[in-house]
Structures are given as structure tokens and as C-alpha cells.
């Protein structure tokens, strides 16, 4: 679990991580639970937005994702016989309080009862997030995290679930991505809801960094007093496409980081972010008390990281040549896109390596983003809750599935962690994305993150190699001579 003992540094040259390191796997409730109309769930803004026309690529949607909710006692087993020490995964808001508020839903609050105390007989830590982009569709028809009061009903879900689970779960984290939830789903339109309005798409940030804040305070309102809180940030290690483009850099390093990290462990928005944006919104929905409730104290931050951002200057030749096709994966744009939430800067393509989905492999980044975060913002526990590469993979003539790419990718990122952790940065773990391939988004079933494959047409799971490869890291805690 998450511990309050001292950071170590592993010695020099060691390939091992320093002891009590948590090694674990992280899925969500949307990409895998199915059973979208059992049990008294209520509908959730990914309900409605995969079954819209052409929103989710083949017309997929997460009605059976992989049938998580049937199989809980499977997937458990696969956990064991992997060793893992923790499973981070997410609660179905939507599947507690059906419409957002109001009376609990007592058979859906069971299953994650049942979860947990199964998770724990099978001696494997559980870590929940109450909010991994499920929102209830009934608050979207209240305005969603465009209004202020999804915040206040964010609280007392968290309130609910603290109170049924912290008892037995080492950490609670609040939010999962909230610049995916805000930029993405209101600026870009490509997840849920699907709106595409910068302004609307900063006050969503401010009303997640709110919902966080507040949900913090109702946490620790239930919890004993070892009951652990976090929020869980996709971080961007941005470059500039030149010189040129260092105002570029900091511009979207503010969008994609500052907003979210500087109110939370600072209590204040960065000032320039404030000023870079006062074309598009005057910021009027931030309130007296608003940054005091944000940033109460946190025992760890999570990072999600993938592939590093590169960034030039909104330019008039380059907004001639700008695209509508940015989505998850900018480097995949047929040109220069724009950047989520601004105007004045956007993503351009990077050279590979690369993942199916496009996203540059560069370990060290990652290394470069741990070490800034320790800089910048010190004090804070930092673990790895997301990191991991869909591949195209496939099961063989021999019934396995040979993911060597997929092995190299975590290896190096693993190494990445490691000497972060060399250079004093604090962290304290990490959690491969994901257990399970699953239903990825806007990215229906075409692409595979996970350790374990799966037939969507049987549901049937199998190790990848990647899979026995990782429980052997987690037995050695440390990485293999020469991976």
C-alpha cells in the first residue's frame, strides 16, 4: 500500500526499487465492468456518447467491455497468479447514485463491497478512484462539469463510497485526468460529453478542481485516521518543436499541468495561465474559498504518462494548415492540430518510435517529468498510476500471445522510474495500464493496452508474455540484467 515511511534510493547501479515499492496493474469501470443496465445503474455521459454515430471508432461501445462485473472472481485470479501487490481501479458513479445524488444504490455499492473484501483474501491491496470519467448522465442535463454544482454532488459520492470502503482501502483517490475529463471532453469533443467550447471547457477545469477539493474534505470526514487521499494527474513532459517555441512551452505547460497542480499543492492559479487566457474567459467562475477547499493537503500525487508532448507557436501559416483531427493522439494528425482549451499553441507530429497509437516512446521524458515535479512541488509522494503501450497484438499459431514490444516499453519506462527515483524523486510505485485489453475510449476495441489479452467475442482471457514477464519484475522487485 501507499506508506507514510521515508523515501529510499535505491543504490547506484542497482536494478532494484527500494523496498515496500508498490507494484500493481490500474483499470477503470467504464472500459471493463459492462452490465450497463444490471443492478440499478443509472446511465453515465459514456453511455450516451458511444452509442452516438461516429463518436467511437467501429461503433463500439462499453455495454459488455469485457464483462469485469460477472468475472470479478477470474480476474482476481489472473491478479494473484501475477503477484501484483495493489489493483488500482475505478467506482461506477452512475452505478452508486444512479442520478448523480439522492438515495444509494445498495446492489451496486455491494459489488464493490464484494470487490474489495475479495482483493483483500486474495492479500492484494485495493486502491479506488471515485471519478474515472463515468459522470452520471443526469448531472450532464444539469450542465455537467460546466456547473458549479457537480462539484457539491461529487462530494457526497465521495462521502458515500468513503464511508462504505475506507475501512479497507489503504487510498481513495479523487479524480482520475481531470484535463482529459475538461479539455478533452469540452474543448476537442472527442470523449464524452462532446462539447467543444474553450471557455466551457476552463470552467469544467475549475469545477473538477473544486470537485477534488471538496471531495477531499468530505474523505477525510469518514476515514480513519490511516485512510489515505490522492488525485491522480496526466502530466505532459512538453517540448518545443524549436527555439522558437519556448513561449509555446510554457503557454501549454500551464494548460496541460500548472492548472491543475499549482491550485492543488499551491493554492493559486499560475498567473500567467490567468493572463494567457483572458480572451477566452474572465474567469469569474472561481469563488471566494474556491483555491482554500482545492488545496487541502493530499497524501500522494499519481502520475499517468505515456509519450511526451512537442508544441509550436499558433502561427498564421500554421493555423492555415490546422486540423479538426486532433484526438488521443495528436502525433497522428495530418498536420499541425490544435491544442485542447487554447488558441495560441498547438501539438505537432514527432518522430518514433511509436505505439498503435501513435504516441512517441521516449523512457526518458518520463524520468525528466518525475525529477521536475519533485523540484517544483516537493514534499508530495508521487506514484506511477498509469504508464503502459498498446501494440497490435495477436495470438499466435501456439496460443500465446508474444508481446516483446510491449515488454521493451516497460522496461524502459520501469528503468525511467528508476533513476528518477536515483535523483531523489519520491516515488513510491507503479501501476501498469492496464490488466485487461478493453474497451479504449473513442478507440472502441482496436487497440490493446493490456497485460492480458482478450477475445471480445468470447471474452476469454490469456497471459501475454508481458504479463509472466512483469511477475517476475514484481518477484524480484526490480527489473531483469539486461531488460
Same mark, same amino acid.
Given at each position: ?117 475479495? #482483493? ?38 465521495? !462521502? ?16 482520475? !485526468? ?235 519506462? #520501469? ?24 474497451? !479504449? ?43
Amino acid at each position: 500500500m501507499l506508506t507514510q515511511t521515508s523515501a529510499q534510493t535505491p543504490a547506484a547501479g542497482s536494478r532494484r526499487f527500494p523496498d515496500g515499492f508498490v507494484w500493481g496493474a490500474a483499470t477503470a469501470a467504464y472500459q471493463i465492468e459492462g452490465a450497463v443496465g444490471e443492478a440499478g445503474r443509472g446511465r453515465s455521459i459514456w453511455d450516451t456518447f458511444s452509442h452516438l454515430p461516429g463518436r467511437v471508432r467501429d461503433g463500439d461501445t462499453g455495454d459488455v467491455a469485457t464483462d469485469h462485473y460477472h468475472r470479478t472472481a477470474e480476474d482476481i485470479a489472473i491478479m494473484a497468479e501475477l503477484g501484483l501487490g495493489a489493483y488500482r481501479f475505478s467506482v461506477s458513479w452512475p452505478r452508486i447514485l444512479p442520478t448523480g445524488s439522492g438515495a444509494v444504490n445498495r446492489a451496486g455499492l455491494d459489488f464493490y463491497t464484494r470487490l474489495v473484501d475479495d #482483493l483483500l483474501a486474495a492479500s492484494i491491496t485495493p486502491l479506488v478512484t471515485l471519478y474515472h470519467w463515468d459522470l452520471p448522465e443526469a448531472l450532464q442535463q444539469t450542465g455537467g462539469w460546466a456547473n458549479r454544482d457537480t462539484a457539491a454532488r461529487f462530494a457526497e459520492y465521495a !462521502e458515500v463510497v468513503g464511508a462504505a470502503l475506507g475501512d479497507r482501502v489503504a487510498t481513495i483517490t479523487t479524480l482520475n !485526468e481531470p484535463w482529459c475529463s475538461a479539455f478533452l471532453g469540452h474543448a476537442a469533443g472527442v470523449h464524452a460529453p462532446g462539447l467543444r467550447d474553450d471557455a466551457t471547457a476552463l470552467a469544467a477545469a475549475h469545477h473538477l478542481n473544486l470537485a477534488h477539493g471538496l471531495g477531499v474534505a468530505a474523505l477525510r470526514a469518514v476515514l480513519p485516521a490511516t485512510g489515505r487521499v490522492s488525485l491522480t494527474l496526466n502530466l505532459a513532459q512538453v517540448r518545443g518543436a524549436s527555439e522558437a517555441d519556448r513561449d509555446a512551452v510554457r503557454h501549454v505547460d500551464g494548460i496541460a499541468n500548472r492548472i491543475f497542480l499549482d491550485p492543488v499543492l499551491r493554492g493559486s492559479y499560475p498567473a500567467d495561465v490567468i493572463d494567457d487566457l483572458r480572451h477566452i474567459t474572465d474567469w469569474s467562475f472561481i469563488q471566494d474559498g474556491d483555491l482554500t477547499a482545492i488545496s487541502a493537503p493530499i497524501d500522494a500525487l499519481g502520475i499517468n504518462y505515456y509519450s511526451p508532448t512537442l508544441v509550436t507557436s499558433a502561427t498564421p501559416d500554421i493555423v492555415a494548415g490546422a486540423t479538426d483531427a486532433w484526438v488521443n493522439d495528436p502525433q497522428s494528425a495530418p498536420g499541425p492540430s490544435r491544442f485542447p482549451g487554447t488558441d495560441r499553441a498547438y501539438a505537432v507530429p514527432q518522430d518514433g518510435p511509436y505505439t498503435a497509437m501513435h504516441w512517441r516512446i521516449e523512457p526518458d521524458s518520463l524520468t525528466d517529468l518525475l525529477v521536475r515535479v519533485h523540484r517544483d512541488y516537493p514534499g508530495v509522494q508521487l506514484m506511477i498510476t498509469e504508464n503502459g503501450a498498446a501494440f497490435d497484438d495477436a495470438v499466435s499459431p501456439d496460443g500465446e500471445v508474444h508481446d516483446r514490444d510491449r515488454i521493451d516499453y516497460i522496461a524502459a519506462h #520501469l528503468a525511467a522510474v528508476h533513476g528518477a527515483i536515483q535523483a531523489g524523486a519520491d516515488v513510491r510505485g507503479y501501476f501498469v495500464w492496464t490488466l485487461l485489453d478493453n474497451f !479504449e475510449w473513442a478507440w472502441g476495441y482496436s487497440k490493446r493496452f493490456g497485460l492480458v489479452h482478450v477475445d471480445f467475442a468470447t471474452l476469454q482471457r490469456r497471459l501475454k508474455d508481458s504479463a509472466r514477464w512483469y511477475r517476475d519484475v514484481i518477484a524480484a522487485n526490480g527489473l531483469p540484467t539486461g531488460a
